[in-house]
């Protein structure tokens, strides 16, 4: 949970230099990138790790930076994470930048589950529909699950709106049962 709240508050600090200098979304995308590379890498135990000397991973971190060319402020930002011993927080910094900047730019991501996959013509439907629904633009992830026998499972933020088959008979199955 710490470190949950220590990841908030690098985001926050970059996001707002970059809403300073208006730059935000540039700087979430250096992030993304840096964090995807740390990801196939494998890197981030190796950055992290206290066991290697402190000059031999920032040598590795500026060997990376230097191959991703990022803005001085966000190589400023991850060789600072890298002074504090904060490497391992790269990937929950991202995601809540990631959040951050969704706010700010009144967006929301939205998960579809469908049994099978839905037309682009659906897609763009059931994305108008939550738009009206939130009043935010909305960032639609389509996904299929075969267990929810039809029907569909929208989820935005915290709301969860469930009009699958397989809801729909455990409902009727508990209705029945009480009678």
Known sequence: MISQSIARRYAKAL?????EDGNYVRYGEELAGFAQVMDQAGLAETLANPLYPLDNR????????ERLSPSKIVEN????????????LVGPIFDYYRKLVDQVNNIERATITSAAALPDA??????????QLTGKTILLDAREDAEIIGGLIAQVGDLTLDGSVKTQLRNLKESLIKG
């Open 58 to 65: 920032r040598q590795i971190l500026r060997r990376i930076l």
């Open 77 to 88: 930002f991850l060789l600072l994470i890298m002074d504090k011993g904060r490497m391992q």
């Open 15 to 19: 996001l707002a230099i970059g809403q």
């Open 122 to 131: 659906t897609q763009a439907q059931v994305r108008r529909s939550l738009e």
